[in-house]
């Protein structure tokens, strides 16, 4: 090829170098074209994990307010009441005697209301299987609530029951063939109601709940026996 007039000869020498800067330079952009993809690549990542925890917050925010309005929160009343029966429709009373056997006892009423019962008396709280009734109706003695309810009520009912309910001095059980969907018996006196939402319930508890009026006021509702089902 004849050189063009003014330009320097190509000698391998001068081609050798021309070739080590093309090289370069394409080396040169191939390393800046990597870099902005991976610049890319980074700002697309970080705008994935800024939207992926954002969802996280908010999925952990629902799950914390949902847990919030789905727990249950006991209700305190203040104890002591006289339990006076004819404050509240519906309620009934009987005349059950006390006393401490070690065999089963055939009770009058249905879930049991007060009688004979075990020397040992249940710990309160809440079961998942049905408890003995004689254990329970020791807690009664001391002025706790039993809280029986037909084991076919809804888990939604269930949960608006516990809302009612003080934290202490109530055992809470399924109890099979029941009179009525929820039943509370205190120490000779018994409430049947078809209703988590019934307003008597907190009535009965106000009145019954850890009243004066029974054989062993004061007494625990811990430190006993635990049966089988026991979750809280």
């Known amino acids: 090829m004849t050189p063009q007039p003014g330009s320097p000869a190509r000698t391998p020498a001068n081609t050798a170098k021309v070739s080590i800067k093309e090289e370069r330079a394409a080396k040169r952009a191939k390393k800046l074209e990597e870099y902005h993809r991976q610049q890319k690549r980074g700002k697309r ?29 006991a209700v305190n009343y203040a ?13 009934e009373t009987f005349s059950n005697t006390t006393g401490h056997v070690e065999t089963a006892v055939t009770y009058e009423q249905t879930p049991p209301a007060g009688g004979e019962h075990n020397a040992a008396w249940l710990n309160c709280g809440v079961y998942e299987q049905a408890v003995p009734n004689e254990n329970a109706v020791h ?25 009612e309910l003080p934290s202490s001095y109530i055992v809470l059980s399924p109890f099979e063939d029941i009179p009525a969907p929820i039943v509370l018996s205190g120490w000779n006196a ?10 008597r319930i907190a009535e009965f ?12 006021d004061g007494a625990s509702c811990s430190g006993a026996i635990d049966a089988p089902g026991k979750v809280s």
């Not at 104890?79 to 309620?91: C, F, H, L, Q, R």
């Not at 807690?139 to 809302?163: C, N, Q």
């Not at 508890?205 to 062993?216: A, G, I, Q, R």
Request: glycine share 8%; charged share 20%; net charge negative.
């Open 45 to 73: 990542n970080r705008l994935i994990a800024i939207i992926g925890g954002a969802a996280a917050v908010v999925v952990i925010i629902a799950l914390i307010a949902t847990a919030f309005v789905l727990t249950p929160k």
């Open 190 to 199: 018994q409430l049947q109601v078809d209703s988590a939402d019934d307003p």
């Open 139 to 163: 807690s009664l003695e001391h002025g706790a609530i039993w809280v029986t309810y037909d084991p076919s009520i809804s888990d939604a009912e269930l949960d608006r029951l516990k809302a």
């Open 205 to 216: 508890l106000t009145e019954f709940w850890k009243s004066v009026n029974v054989p062993e």
């Open 79 to 91: 104890g002591g009441g006289a339990g006076d029966a004819s404050t509240i429709d519906g309620v």
